[in-house]
């Protein structure tokens, strides 16, 4: 069953999505916590054109949202583990779709040149 909210963007899912996934490393992060638990040293590692103010509020901004779980442990030093909660594992078949539909745009690119 399809909705269309034309009359109300506040009420648009995709808008709802739009605002939660808003930032630049938003979908990377949440791509590579879907592939294992990791600290904020790992990630930085994997990303290494984010800086570290970036990648803390990108972080924060997901956690809020509720789609990134921290795990603080109090030992010294502290460690800090990141991973996705139930809702943010959720996204993981978007991020698949989303994938699939970025090579098939890369094909049609390159056919087109």
């Known amino acids: 069953m ?6 109300d963007i506040e009420r648009c899912p995709v808008a709802k999505v739009q605002k939660v996934i808003r930032g630049k490393w938003s979908m990377v992060i949440i791509y590579f916590l879907s592939r294992e638990t990791l600290r904020f040293s ?5 990303m290494p054109q984010v800086t570290e103010a970036n990648l803390t509020k990108e972080l924060r901004m997901l956690e809020q949202y509720g789609l990134v779980h921290r795990e603080i442990y109090r030992e010294v030093p502290p460690r800090v583990e990141y991973s996705l909660t139930e809702i943010g594992q959720k996204f993981i078949p978007v991020l698949e779709a989303l994938e699939h539909w970025a090579l098939e745009y890369e094909h049609q690119e390159q056919l087109s040149q």
């Open 42 to 46: 790992q990630l930085k590692r994997k």
């Open 2 to 7: 399809e909705v269309i909210y034309d009359d």
